[in-house]
């Protein structure tokens, strides 16, 4: 009966050159299977597999199954291609090999390197740490070379994600250029009409899921895209939903500019990622072919500032909904609707009200606001513009007298008016 039960560790790293047979998983068995072949005291009873790990962490499955199994006492022996399968950080690589193996009594075998525990005379303590010492500096220049690298290449205004945005693509000639989905692009381009026509982002979800329209994460399965499989994703049931609305309308990617970097990790031996200030991100406009002109973008991006929740029964907002400040007290205004036989009367007032601090409370009649002027809306002509703010001050021609009224931005009012 072989006197060692071992289990075949094999590890490929990312940043390994997958193009190289003598580090490819194939290789690392065979290699293996040789070595057990001219040894007949050891046996493989199990074989573990990292595929995509780096050797500067132990955090692996494979690795901690394997420990498992040690502690356990299922196996007394691991064989390894070479030390750098075990790992390529210096001190904890050297702490399994000097402390964690020998304390339950556990063979180490790096086949190419020439290591093996049980010989005294294989692999000495200072050949050991000088081999650590390389594969862990091996490691360190892999990583600046990487970092470096990408960095150029986003400052260039390449993509270098794995998952493009939804509604684009990555080019078929260049896999670090954005091209805009046929399919995709359009359902972008209608969320942004509907939510500058005043539809929430909850209802504009409804009326996706409605139409039958699939959601990013539906779509992309659905096709066969490459989709993150951990992190942020859409609902279980792949939904549309208020969120994933909300972050296709923040996404800047649709008006041409790349924002990239947004996160990273701390350190090369340290591959948890850690969110950056948004000082440090990576943005380069005019990368690619927008889906949004970049003046609707801003629009939206201001309207999702302002209080803009539809009532109930409606599915886009009020005109000036969000947009009046009281000039006094400064909270916004509220619109209410009295009916008196049969007929309706809009108002802006202040909530906030004498009794609760605003000494001058204003209630405003909506059509005092706006005239009618060959079927459309038109801000009333008397409201005058000050220097930041536009104020409804007085007017001898309505019961404006009198009162006073902030607008929220001249420029967003403007585009926001023209839009309704």
């Keep these: 009966m072989p006197k060692y039960q071992a289990t075949a560790y094999i590890r490929l790293s990312y940043t390994d050159d997958r193009s190289s047979e003598s580090d490819s998983v194939t290789n690392q068995r065979k290699l293996i299977e040789n070595f057990i072949e ?32 040690i502690t356990d006492g299922k196996i007394n022996c691991v064989i390894v291609k070479d030390l750098s399968r075990l790992g390529r950080e210096y001190i904890e690589t050297g702490r399994y090999l000097r402390r964690v193996f020998p304390t339950y009594g556990v063979r180490f075998i790096a086949i190419t390197d020439n290591i093996d525990t049980a010989h005294e005379g294989s692999g000495d303590d200072l050949t050991v740490s000088v081999k650590n010492i390389m594969n862990e500096a091996y ?35 260049n896999k670090n250029l954005l091209v805009p ?75 041409g500019t790349l924002v990239q970097g947004k996160q990273g990790s701390p350190h090369y031996k340290i591959k948890q990622m850690e969110q950056r200030p948004s000082s440090e991100w990576i943005r380069v406009p005019d990368t690619h072919e927008p889906l949004i002109a970049k003046q609707d ?37 509220t619109r209410k609707t009295n009916r008196v036989k049969g007929k309706e009367y809009h108002y802006y007032y202040c909530p ?26 038109i801000i009333y002509t008397e409201i005058t513009i000050g220097s930041d703010l536009h104020f409804a001050q007085r007017c001898p021609d309505c019961s404006l007298t009198g009162a006073k009224v902030h607008i929220l931005s001249k420029v967003f009012f403007g585009d926001w008016i023209a839009r309704k």
């Design 38 to 69: 001219r040894n007949p005291d050891i046996q493989i009873v199990s074989e573990k597999i990292d595929d995509g790990y780096s050797g500067i962490i132990f955090d692996r499955p494979a690795f901690k199954e394997m420990m498992q199994d």
């Design 181 to 255: 989905d046929p399919y995709a692009s359009r359902v972008v381009r209608d969320i942004f009409r509907m939510r500058l026509d005043g539809t929430s982002a909850l209802r504009i979800a409804t009326v996706l899921n409605e139409m039958g329209i699939l959601s990013p994460l539906a779509y992309k399965k659905n096709n066969g895209f490459p989709y993150a499989k951990h992190g942020y994703a859409d609902k279980e049931d792949c939904k549309w939903s208020a969120t994933t609305i909300i972050r296709i309308l923040q996404d800047e990617t649709y008006i």
């Design 297 to 333: 973008f801003e629009l939206v991006q201001r309207i999702r500032r302002l209080d803009t929740r539809t009532s109930p029964k409606r599915d886009t907002v009020y005109l000036f909904s969000g947009v009046l400040i009281c000039g006094c007290c400064g909270n916004r205004m």
């Design 139 to 173: 490691c360190r220049d892999i990583s600046i070379k990487t970092r470096t690298s990408l960095d150029i290449k986003r400052r260039n205004g390449d993509f270098v994600g794995a998952f493009p945005v939804y509604g684009y693509m990555k080019s078929e000639e």
């Design 352 to 377: 906030t009200g004498k009794k609760h601090g605003c000494t001058n409370p204003v209630m405003l009649k909506e059509s005092d606001l706006v005239t009618k002027r060959c079927g459309t809306d």
